[in-house]
């Protein structure tokens, strides 16, 4: 069957990075679209869904999910090609794929996405905020969830939903324990201010880069930790190139499904509307699955044998919650503090 593509940018035919480049370069954004508007009604739409961690995540799930029932309910009209574990595109490529349309759907960590919806994402990454996932889930499900994903339009994305995965914890090639073991370690983290600031405060060597390559420049010792759900670490294999696992859960990871706004927009409303029904129901799925995939993951990860795993006293972790307040006045500078409040407001954190 022949398939229609429908990208804003037509220089893409092929998939990767060397077609986003070449798309970076010239966007002929209404050429795209005057070609969406003459694609033939027979042939299916098809929808790239580019995401950066494996097929057995709670994200990679609900990613194949949502392929299958926007498949069946749309009738064959749309086709969802996914690709995971950065295949397509890794962390930041991705999301400047998106905006001009080369990928039309991702769910990337809130961590990520202040590059394109502003610096209120980042207060998700401050440190020990929420005390459990239905805190988490209080402030999405609220209009303070939807206000944050507005933020993305300015940026020409539509943010659909919020998909669950889960509090991180440490991992290093020596014990951590005490905020002192964090000294001069190159540590892993996402591309957040907010996590870069998390990693200086405890004397550690912040270090972004892709998920993709965490594993090898762990392997090759040119780092020295980072920081996870259970979930990720055992899916890209780091508790195999690490000695040592903290269970902090000092911070949360949770992802927005984003589309690019005129894709959306440009397709027919039955088609969107089927579509916006198989991703609520893909919703449901993720957010059910994600903890406890946590748990199996760690559990993988204890019977292994390969990790120290160590699981701080409530002491210990008083006494890094109290050292790493000070990110908190560190990042008002990007973070709207009304939008913090607002935050803390739903989660029902005492100010
Ligand atoms: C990371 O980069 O560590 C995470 O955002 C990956 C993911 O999508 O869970």
Known sequence: MQHTRIRLNDHIQMPGRRALTRALVAAPLAMGLSRLQAAPAHKPIVIQFSHVVTPDTAKGQAALRFKALAES?????????????STLYKDREELDALKIGAVQMLAPSLSKLAKVGGGDFEAFD???LFKDAAAMRAVIDSPVGASLLGKL?????????????????FTANRPLQSI??????????????VLVEQMKTLGSVPSVSPLIEVYQ???????????????????????????????????????????????????????????????HDATI????????????ALEQIRSTGRLAIYKPSAQELAAWRTALMPVYRQSSGWIDP?????????ARIPP
């Open 338 to 346: 009304a939008m913090l409040a607002a935050i803390q407001a739903q």
């Open 153 to 169: 339009q300015a940026s020409g994305i539509k943010g659909l939903a919020y998909w669950d995965n889960g509090f991180k914890v």
């Open 285 to 296: 799925y993720a957010n059910g699955i994600a903890a406890s995939e946590n748990a199996r």
């Open 73 to 85: 309910r749309t009738g064959g009209r749309v086709q969802i090609e996914v690709y995971p574990n």
């Open 180 to 193: 002192a073991d964090f000294r001069a370690l190159r540590i892993r983290v996402q591309a957040s201010r």
């Open 126 to 128: 401050l440190p020990f």
């Open 217 to 279: 420049a762990l392997k090759d010792g040119k780092l020295d930790g980072q920081e996870n759900t259970p979930s990720n670490i055992v899916t890209q294999r780091l508790h195999e190139v690490q000695s040592h696992m903290t269970v902090s859960n000092h911070g949360y990871l949770a992802y927005a499904v984003i589309v690019n706004q005129a894709f959306w927009e440009k397709l027919p409303a039955d088609i969107r509307s089927a579509l916006e029904g198989a991703l």
